[in-house]
T-cell receptor, first 113, second 114 residues
């Protein structure tokens, strides 16, 4: 069973609307949690990195939240744009010296005009 | 200007062939990685190199052999290709392996074995 689960698998929203993506993880002990954006045919690009002591972090219209007690994170996209259409991947790094990232399967977001 | 570049972007080959994927980064990073993204979209680490030395080898079949001629390059050679090797392979690099180190990914190489 994968240690990082994301929901929904995909969603479609209208341009200008908001949406929230969910991530649950079981990686323990925990170091940090990242959200990546992956455009079709491209590699993932980092949006945010949060440690266990951080509850929220923003990057423009993207806001990530983290509850380390319940091992849940969310990514909120505000006022969506067509360019937000992509896969959003939740990634967790456990506490170790080998930088092994655990990836979720991603949520595919489609923004329609 | 590309930070992490991989070649080729697409690769279609027959079973049993040997092929290589090249990766170069111009960020001055000392750690490089190979990831495999399967049909279910999960990215899984295969190898990581730090200053040309192998750090992580995630029980990848020995048909896969990474080669790092210098810290800016990490190539992936695959022998005797099998249908199950079909996937998208991503190269990445980072400045060290600290917990908050950012990893930068290439655009991926879509390998199709027929």
């Amino acid at each position: 069973k994968n240690q990082v689960e994301q929901s929904p698998q995909s969603l479609i929203i209208l341009e200008g609307k908001n949406c929230t993506l969910q991530c649950n993880y079981t990686v323990s002990p925990f170091s940090n949690l990242r959200w990546y954006k992956q455009d079709t045919g491209r590699g993932p690009v980092s949006l945010t990195i949060m440690t266990f002591s951080e509850n929220t972090k923003s990057n423009g219209r993207y806001t990530a939240t983290l509850d380390a007690d319940t091992k849940q994170s969310s990514l909120h996209i505000t006022a969506s744009q067509l360019s937000d259409s992509a896969s959003y991947i939740c990634v967790v790094l456990g506490e170790s010296n080998d930088y092994k990232l655990s990836f979720g399967a991603g949520t595919t977001v489609t923004v329609r005009a | 200007d590309t930070a992490v570049s991989q070649t080729p972007k697409y690769l279609v080959t027959q079973m049993g062939n040997d092929k290589s994927i090249k990766c170069e980064q111009n960020l001055g990073h000392d750690t490089m990685y190979w990831y495999k993204q399967d049909s279910k979209k999960f990215l899984k680490i295969m190898f990581s190199y730090n200053n040309k030395e192998l750090i992580i080898n995630e029980t990848v079949p020995n048909r896969f052999s990474p080669k790092s001629p210098d810290k800016a390059h990490l190539n992936l050679h695959i022998n005797s290709l099998e249908l199950g090797d079909s996937a998208v392979y991503f190269c990445a690099s980072s400045l060290g392996q600290g917990a908050y180190t950012e990893a930068f990914f290439g655009q991926g190489t879509r390998l199709t074995v027929v």
